[in-house]
């Protein structure tokens, strides 16, 4: 039986070639993970900009931050409140960013979620 390499093993190797696929699979997983979490967050906050959601996501998820604000505005789910703040982030030099919250429909995805949690819940 092969021992299976440790990521740490995976990454050092000269040899391993990375498959376009794979880094596409990764990215787009990585991307859920953070439209989730600024759903999560949407949730949670009556309004919502980058600087908020930079503070609670690892290092990693920042590279998908805007992918993942711009998917849940095209899906309807978040919108655009009108305000604009200073960016925190230092090498954006305080330009202006957006300010964000759930539409109508975003609030009606999570209430069914909450209502699918709580019957999976009781069926427990």
């Known amino acids: 039986m092969t021992r299976r390499l440790t990521p740490a093993e995976r990454l050092a190797s000269a040899k391993k070639d990375l498959l376009l696929e794979e880094l596409a699979d990764q990215s787009s997983w990585d991307q859920f993970i953070v439209e989730q979490a600024v759903f999560h967050f949407g949730q949670r906050h009556d309004d919502f900009s980058c600087n908020d959601l930079r503070d609670v996501l690892p290092e990693l998820g920042h590279g998908f931050l ?4 711009n998917s849940l505005r095209q899906g309807g789910v978040i919108a655009h ?12 030099n305080a330009h ?4 964000w919250t759930l539409t109508v429909k975003g609030r009606e995805i ?3 979620r909450k209502a699918d949690r709580g ?4 069926a427990a």
């Open 119 to 122: 019957q999976q819940a009781e």
């Open 81 to 92: 409140t009108g305000r604009m703040v200073p960016s925190t982030q230092k090498n954006t």
């Open 96 to 99: 202006r960013i957006s300010v």
């Open 66 to 69: 805007g992918a993942a604000i």
């Open 110 to 112: 999570a209430a069914k």
